[in-house]
């Protein structure tokens, strides 16, 4: 069974610190792996996406992979209320079909003024 | 671009009705997906189109789901007879397949079911 956990939070943290979010996956030979935000009510939309071993970065954001551990984190730097909302991870696992991706239940992320 | 379109937003329904659930992917892309979400089970795929052949439909829970996607501009999903318990929300999404982003999926805004 090839599966994707997160912990489902919720994760509180203030304004303008860090906030980690941690998920890890069952399939070694996992390529492709993407950070979905999604507000409540609404739809999930890309944050970024990472295939290689290492950090990844993008403006308040930093996704970073390890492979051997099977696990990927996001940190978002200087967190704004804003930033409030439920975020998924999602993976390409090996074999899988075009772009057919497995997500994890999320981790609600809730910053306070 | 328009993004993904999904109609209807909304649907209240009562059990044993048919359900049909629509979806209009972004121009050119060549991949389809439809998920459902629920609290319990979380973003479930349900089947995925290339090129417009169903390739993968192990997610569809059962004979009562059913899906089409007759050209590259629509995809429908359809529950007959609805239960209570297909009470989601049901998302489409569709992927580029090249480019930069080929494996970026963009999500429609959903179809939130109910079933009375």
């Known amino acids: 069974q090839k599966e994707v956990e997160q912990n489902s939070g919720p994760l509180s943290v203030p304004e303008g610190a860090i906030a980690s979010l941690n998920c890890t996956y069952s399939?070694?030979?996992?390529?492709?792996f993407f950070w979905y935000r999604q507000y409540s009510g609404k739809s999930p939309e890309l944050i970024m996406f990472?295939?290689?071993?290492g950090d990844k970065e993008d403006g308040r954001f930093t996704a970073q992979l390890n492979k051997a551990s099977q696990y990927v984190s996001l940190l978002i730097r200087d967190s704004q209320p804003s930033d409030s909302a439920t975020y998924l991870c999602?993976?390409?696992?090996?074999?899988?079909?075009?772009?057919?991706?497995?997500f994890g239940k999320g981790t609600k992320l809730s910053v306070i003024p | 671009d328009a993004g993904v379109i999904q109609s209807p937003r909304h649907e209240v329904t009562e059990m044993g009705q048919e359900v049909t659930l629509r979806c209009k992917p972004i121009?050119?892309?060549?991949?389809l997906f439809w998920y459902r979400q629920t609290m319990m089970r979380g973003l479930e795929l349900l089947i995925y189109?290339?090129?417009?052949?169903?390739?993968?439909d192990s997610g569809m829970p059962e004979d009562r789901f059913s899906a089409k996607m007759p050209n590259a501009s629509f995809s429908t999903l359809k529950i007959q007879p609805s239960e209570p318990r297909d009470s989601a929300v049901y998302f489409c999404?569709?992927?580029?397949?090249?480019?930069?982003?080929?494996?970026?999926?963009?999500f429609g805004p959903g179809t939130r079911l109910l079933v009375l």
């Open positions: 990472i295939y290689s071993n």
């Open positions: 999404a569709s992927t580029p397949g090249q480019g930069q982003n080929q494996e970026t999926q963009y």
């Open positions: 121009s050119g892309h060549n991949s």
């Open positions: 189109f290339n090129n417009n052949v169903p390739i993968d």
């Open positions: 399939d070694r030979g996992s390529q492709s």
């Open positions: 999602a993976v390409r696992f090996s074999g899988a079909g075009s772009y057919q991706l497995t």
